[in-house]
């Protein structure tokens, strides 16, 4: 059963599992505020996924490769695959950043299909039933703006990086002011303004784009698994809760899947894009 029955109602227990573990860093507002738990799972996660993948390739071999091993190198392929079908430049960079981006948005995802109530269950089992309508703690990163803003915005840094590496600082900045209208004379100084400002647009896009697309379709799964939660708190809707649960859980997979990869190639398209002449 769900915790709904003791917090007051369906309300306050969306409420409950929507407020995060956070400390105000500046001023009052959300965006001076830092997420410890959003920022201590992901660390976790990512620090699992790295020790995972080392465990295998320090003790890769040549032979018949280990059930582990073998999912290893199959993701690995799989990753690099999409990459070579993607970018078609020297890919030793590429593929690294685009096997950890997938891995670690899969696991920060897969946090979702934990038990709704594992927290405070996990709070009250260790600090008392008092602790736990006032501690809070949201186990997905994803769902919290901040880690999607995070990876976006750290994806579009590497971005410059790739297009001021393979233009040169010049380079880039004349293609700033040149495209896409590419004029001459005295009338690519009058168009030089709007290119400016169709790029900056552009390129503001791509980090955006990246974290809404991420933040809104785990925040709305998770909003989903809570309003289904609501079906628990009764004998006669406890069985089509179940039901639905179930469904959602097993169709949401899907969605922790395709996100991650969703984020990934659109990582790897952003680069091979940085690195090309308009």
Do not use: C
């Not at 750290?154 to 971005?159: A, C, S």
């Not at 400002?197 to 909003?223: C, D, T």
Request: proline share 4%; charged share 10%; no cysteine.
């Amino acid at each position: 059963m769900s915790e709904s029955n003791s917090s007051g109602g369906l309300t306050e227990y969306i409420n409950h599992h929507l407020t995060h573990n956070s400390v105000q860093l500046v001023g009052d507002g959300a965006l001076g505020r830092f997420n410890l738990d959003s920022w201590l799972i992901a660390l976790g996660l990512g620090l699992a996924f790295v020790a995972w993948f080392s465990f295998f390739a320090r003790r890769a071999t040549a032979g018949v490769p280990s059930k582990g091993q073998a999912f290893v190198e199959l993701v690995m392929e799989f990753v690099d695959g999409q990459v070579k079908d993607t970018f078609h430049g020297d890919r030793r960079s590429v593929t690294p950043l685009a096997l950890t981006i997938f891995m670690w948005v899969v696991f920060m995802n897969a946090m979702d299909l934990l038990p709704l109530d594992l927290p405070g269950w996990l709070i009250k089992t260790f600090a008392g039933e008092e602790a736990m309508h006032h501690t809070y703690a949201r186990l997905v990163p994803t769902a919290d703006l901040m880690t999607p803003a995070a990876l976006s915005v750290t994806v579009f840094f590497i971005l410059l990086g790739h297009a001021i590496s393979a233009k040169g600082g010049w380079g880039f900045g004349k293609e700033l002011l040149s495209a896409p209208f590419h004029a001459h004379g005295p009338l690519a100084i009058v168009l030089a303004p709007v290119n400016l400002v169709m790029n900056i647009i552009e390129w503001l896009v791509r980090p955006i784009s990246l974290a809404m697309r991420l933040f809104g379709n785990m925040y709305g799964g998770e909003l989903v698994f809570m309003l289904i939660a609501g079906l628990m708190t009764s004998w006669v809707t406890l069985v089509p809760g179940v039901i639905a649960n179930a469904a959602w859980g097993i169709f949401h997979m899907l969605i922790i899947l395709l996100q991650a990869f969703i984020f990934m190639i659109l990582t790897v398209v952003y680069i091979a894009g940085a690195r090309e002449s308009h």
